[in-house]
């Protein structure tokens, strides 16, 4: 039996009588273990094939290939290869071995007007995009797609308010300039003895207000710590998507909802198989200014946390988790 509940989202396009309805189910699965599997979100599965299959082409490319979009500071966009990256620094973990597992990140397709580049958190969060030149598609399909997560985070949201207590459109303000990242994590198939204490991605919270991930059911999957301690599997339901919420929404939430350590966990042992993880990671607008909402604090309940830039706050996770500093 899983910790994570399933959940059709259809009804936040309905009668506000189903947006209650999704939102007290949002309500107690991010009251509980702050992961859930939605369905009914109207992503088009083409759509997501695509995305995949141009990123599996990228990766099957030669390494010296790839490095030619390799990410540069103080951006944390295009190639991050084998090892990069180490998830579980950003939670504090600073021995932490390197993850298991390449990546391609891109952020917002375009910056908006309103947009002051001079300032450097600005300037890094809105770095340009690395898209190769092979696949020739893949920037097409993964820009349709980052709009499409765009637009269905934003839905979310308006049913995270509304359980939250405050209005629907709360968030809209603070997302209309969002600096979401879109990575494709390839954990390939792991041949020889691996490293001990190595994992295809560390134990860690996710840094924004939610994520949306793509995932597949290759073993070594994706996992959540339970309240007791122990590592659960999340489960896989074809053409649906995981959603947990980041450290950015347990701090709106001032706790109510909780930003829960994860992780991927390597393949039984001679288990040859690779994996690929699509996620979308929401982070709201840069100058977004994350403190407590209204209806999460009172005089027995105060604010728990000092407030804090939605993109500083990325910025500090990032340098943790990268071995490269991105600003």
């Known amino acids: 039996m899983t910790i994570v509940p399933i959940i059709d989202v259809s009804g936040l396009g309905g009668a506000i009588a189903e947006r209650k309805s999704v939102a007290e189910k949002i309500n107690s699965a991010c009251e509980d273990i702050g992961f859930l599997c939605v369905t009914g979100h109207g992503i088009d599965p083409d759509l997501s094939e695509r995305v995949r299959a141009t990123a599996t082409a990228f990766f099957d490319l030669p390494e010296a290939q790839k490095r030619q979009i ?6 944390y966009r295009g190639y991050i290869p084998f090892g990069g990256v180490s998830l579980a620094r950003s939670a504090g973990k600073m021995d932490a071995k390197p993850d298991l597992n390449e990546a391609f990140s891109m952020g917002p397709p375009s910056v908006p007007g309103s947009v002051d580049l001079s300032d450097p958190v600005a300037a890094a969060n809105f770095a340009l995009n690395r898209f190769p030149s092979d696949p020739a598609e893949m920037q097409q399909a993964f820009e349709i797609y980052y709009q499409q997560m765009s637009a269905l985070a934003a839905r979310l ?36 003895k691996v490293p001990e204490g190595s994992v295809r991605a560390g134990e860690h919270t996710d840094y924004g207000c939610l994520t949306i991930l793509q995932t597949d059911d290759s073993p070594g999957g994706l996992e959540v ?7 659960q599997a999340v489960p896989y339901v074809p053409g649906s998507f995981v959603v947990n919420i980041g450290d950015l929404m347990a701090q709106w939430s001032n706790d109510r909802y909780v930003s829960t350590a994860h992780r991927v966990a390597n393949p039984p042992a001679g288990v040859l198989t690779r994996r690929l993880s699509v996620a979308f ?22 604010a728990r946390y000092a407030p804090i830039t939605s993109g500083q706050h990325r910025l500090n996770k990032l340098n943790r988790s990268s071995q490269t500093k991105v600003a």
């Open 70 to 75: 390799e990410r540069q500071p103080p951006g």
């Open 157 to 192: 949201l308006s049913g995270f308010a509304l359980a939250l207590g405050t209005t629907e459109d709360w968030f809209n303000d603070k997302i209309d300039k969002h600096i979401s990242n879109l990575r494709v994590a390839h954990y390939p198939a792991q041949e020889g």
């Open 225 to 231: 710590k339970g309240h007791d301690g122990s590592w």
């Open 281 to 302: 990671f929401h982070q709201p607008n840069y100058d977004a200014l994350i403190e407590c909402l209204p209806a999460c604090s009172n005089a027995g309940n105060p």
